[in-house]
């Protein structure tokens, strides 16, 4: 009987209509990375109670969310509330004074990672050079054969 529950659930899900409505995310997307939490003081108190941290904030072109193609808009520090998962633009004058009351370097909090940058263009090479391989025809052995 559970056999048999088993194979009909397992044809059920691998119906082409369940696949169909499978949807891939792509487009662009804004992304917000926190790179550091600043101290939890009155001077970086915002809203609700809640504290203000350091993020980049960019947009990418990526597919499924973990696929970043390219980067359309560069990275730029905003204050960043995690809680409300909200972001702050600041002036670059107050940014420059909070780096420089921090000992803060904007270069190195301001660039975004291997992969964001240049790791999603790999895979994506990487899979549709599987998939042209895959699609190429192999050639096969003629075998000849002998009377004995």
Not at 58 to 77: G, R, S
Not at 111 to 129: D, P
């Amino acid at each position: 009987m559970t056999k048999s529950i088993f194979i009909a659930l397992l044809i059920a899900s691998s119906s082409t209509s369940v696949f169909a409505r499978l949807k891939i995310p792509f487009g662009e997307r804004e992304v917000l990375h926190k790179v550091y939490d600043l101290p939890n003081t009155e001077e970086f108190k915002v809203e609700h109670g809640n504290f203000m941290d350091l993020a980049t904030f960019h947009k990418e072109f990526n597919i499924a969310y973990f696929l970043p193609l390219y980067v359309t808009e560069e990275p730029k520090l905003v204050g960043y509330d995690e809680q409300s998962d909200t972001f702050y633009e600041i002036p670059q004058n107050e940014l420059d004074a909070i780096l420089a009351a921090q000992k803060l370097n904007k270069d190195d909090l301001n660039k975004l990672s291997f992969y964001t940058r240049y790791g999603g263009k790999l895979v994506a090479l990487l899979i549709i050079g599987l998939l042209i391989w895959g699609a190429i025809p192999s050639k096969k052995e003629e075998v000849e054969s002998t009377n004995v």
